[in-house]
C-alpha cells in the first residue's frame, strides 16, 4: 500500500531534502523513487522480497539500491534522512540510531484510528520532534509490539 500522494507530499517538504544527501526508504517505494528523482542517494528497504519483484525494475531505473532485511533493523548508518510510507507505533530507536547528527526522520505514529506525521531531527546531545498533521496509513505489523499481560 502506498501512502496518499496528498500526504507524502507533506512528509518530503519535512524532511528538506536536497540533492546529495543519502536517504533510507522504509517500506516506501513510491518515496524512494522521489527521493532520487530529486537528486538524493537513496536505499529503499523492505521486509518481503516480493516487494522488489514489483518495484525493482522502476527503482533501479531511478538508481535506488534495494534491501531485503527486518524494517526494524535499519541496514546501514550515517543517513541524511529516513522516511517510511507506513506508519508505525512507536519511534523505532534503532531508526534515529541510523540517523547522522542533523539527520532528519519523517514518519507518523499511529496507535489508534489516526496517527500524527512527525519529524525528528537527531542532535548530538538529543532528539527533536516536531508534529506535523494527521493521517492514517496501515501501519508496519512486524513493529507492533507483542500483546503482553501485566497486573
Not at 543517513?79 to 526522520?105: F, K, N, Q
Amino acid at each position: 500500500r502506498l501512502m496518499l500522494p496528498r500526504d507524502l507530499g507533506k512528509l518530503m517538504q519535512a524532511l528538506d531534502a536536497r540533492a546529495g544527501e543519502k536517504a533510507l526508504v522504509l517500506a516506501g517505494p513510491y518515496a524512494a523513487a522521489v527521493l532520487a528523482r530529486m537528486g538524493l542517494t537513496v536505499t529503499a528497504q523492505e521486509t518481503e522480497a516480493a516487494v522488489f519483484e514489483v518495484t525493482g525494475a522502476a527503482l533501479a531505473e531511478e538508481g535506488v539500491a534495494t534491501v531485503v532485511a527486518p524494517l526494524g533493523q535499519p541496514q546501514g548508518e550515517g543517513y541524511d534522512l529516513i522516511v517510511s510510507e507506513a506508519a508505525v507505533p512507536v519511534r523505532p530507536e534503532s531508526w534515529i540510531a541510523a540517523l547522522r547528527p542533523g539527520g532528519r526522520l519523517a514518519v507518523v505514529e499511529r496507535s489508534g484510528p489516526v496517527g500524527k506525521a512527525v519529524l525528528y531531527v537527531r542532535g548530538r546531545e538529543g532528539v527533536s520532534r516536531r508534529e506535523l498533521f494527521d493521517c492514517a496509513p496501515p501501519v508496519l505489523a512486524e513493529l507492533i509490539p507483542a500483546p503482553a499481560f501485566a497486573l
